[in-house]
Nanobody, 117 residues
Framework: QVQLVESGGGVVQAGGSLRLSCAASGSIFSINAMGWYRQAPGKQRELVAGITSGGSTNYGDSVKVRFTISIDNAKNTVYLQMNSLQSEDTAVYYC???????????WGQGTQVTVSS
């Protein structure tokens, strides 16, 4: 069984920063990639950022200048540094783990990020 435990969400003022963490544990044979999606009320889940175990990254268009994703392979942990947060970034952020190369295999429970203006 695989578990993803997220931390770091909360309430922040517009222009502020937050750092999300997601640690994977359990029966993990290999990690192809980890990353984050988010879902705001009334909207579809969208990709925020992803990173392969080799360090290749991809970002959603709305965050690529402001957010930075990183991975610690030794700890099976992915981080998302979010700067210059805007009210539009308010959402539940979900961590994912891709073990096959075909997209998310496992999901975290989600962590709320609220940006107040």
């Amino acid at each position: 069984q695989v578990q993803l435990v997220e931390s770091g969400g909360g309430v922040v003022q517009a222009g502020g920063s937050l750092r999300l963490s997601c640690a994977a544990s359990g029966s993990i044979f290999s990690i192809n990639a980890m990353g984050w999606y988010r879902q705001a009320p009334g909207k579809q889940r969208e990709l925020v950022a992803g990173i392969t175990s080799g360090g290749s990254t991809n970002y959603g268009d709305s965050v690529k200048v402001r957010f930075t994703i990183s991975i610690d392979n030794a700890k099976n942990t992915v981080y998302l540094q979010m700067n210059s947060l805007q009210s539009e970034d308010t959402a539940v952020y979900y961590c994912y783990l891709d073990t096959t190369g075909w997209g998310p295999s496992y999901w975290g429970q989600g962590t709320q990020v609220t940006v107040s203006s």
